[in-house]
């Protein structure tokens, strides 16, 4: 059952993904036809007019829309990943200094657990820091009245079940053939491989029960003026890492967001393979 929905997913992700690219090609024309016109009569009045504060508003929601264009865009065309040597913990360490005005402002406290010594993973550096740094954005919003972010890497173990081989050819074809079809290959049990597990947990608000299952779903968000893609496109770029992530939450108890990437070199599993 499990396996049947996420093939569900999969195929409405692909499809909604070429019916995003299409439409934000579309619309990115005119925008940038209106954007223009709206700098063009900004010069054009004297500080003083209103009509410079109206120019302005066209000009910054034009902005907010492209916002959103690139966001489909990158919905509906997740980039191939670059894949070299990086070390996750400096990516951690690189968001948290980014992000440390903020989580101060916020009185966010940070408590790390970083295991030592952890190998360098074959990833794509930008694209695994635009997840993250999504994930601790979104912790922030949870506890905008404060609260401890805690944030652990290690090695750990995750159990997977195999791709069996096919036989090859459809018993039909072997019995024209006058062939005996060659018996199945058995099921395979999970086997346990190594991967690289990044837990944040957040102190903050929590998300309802009935929300939990749809944060993934494309354009479905609980933040105003969000697009709702955020998480989508990050499950997005950990499948081509051959990664995956899973969110658990108690409303009013905080959230766990678990991430993990394989230590070995993998190509990923590339969304336009799976539809």
Excluded: W
Aim: charge should be positive.
């Amino acid at each position: 059952q499990r396996l049947q929905r996420e093939l569900r997913m999969r195929e409405r992700l692909a499809t909604l993904g070429e019916l995003a690219a299409g439409v934000a090609h579309e619309i990115r024309n005119p925008l940038a036809g209106i954007s223009s016109s709206a700098q063009v009569l900004l010069t054009r009045f004297e500080p003083r007019d209103d009509r410079q504060k109206f120019c302005r508003v066209i000009i910054e929601q034009v902005d907010r829309l492209d916002h959103i264009i690139t966001s489909l865009l990158k919905f509906a065309r997740p980039p191939e990943p670059r894949l070299k040597l990086a070390r996750l913990e400096e990516i951690v360490e690189r968001i948290l200094t980014l992000e440390a005005e903020r989580l101060a402002d916020l009185k966010i406290t940070v408590d790390r657990r970083l295991a030592p010594r952890m190998p360098a993973l074959y990833i794509d550096p930008a694209l695994i820091e635009q997840v993250l740094l999504n994930l601790v954005v979104n912790a922030e919003h949870a506890m905008a009245s404060g609260g401890t972010l805690t944030i652990e890497l290690g090695v750990a173990s995750r159990r997977e079940r195999p791709a069996t081989r096919s036989p090859g050819r459809r018993e039909a074809d072997a019995q024209a053939l006058g062939e005996r079809r060659a018996a199945p290959a058995p099921a395979l049990g999970p086997v346990a491989r190594r991967v690289a597990r990044l837990r944040l947990i957040d102190t903050g608000v929590g998300i309802p029960r009935e929300i939990v299952d749809r944060l993934f779903d494309p354009f479905f968000t609980t933040k105003a003026g969000g697009t709702g893609l955020g998480l989508s496109i990050s499950q997005s770029i950990l499948q081509e890492h051959g990664g995956v992530i899973s969110i658990a939450s108690r409303e009013g108890r905080g959230t766990t967001v678990v991430v993990e990437l394989p230590l070995e070199k993998r190509n990923g599993q590339r969304r336009q393979d799976a539809g």
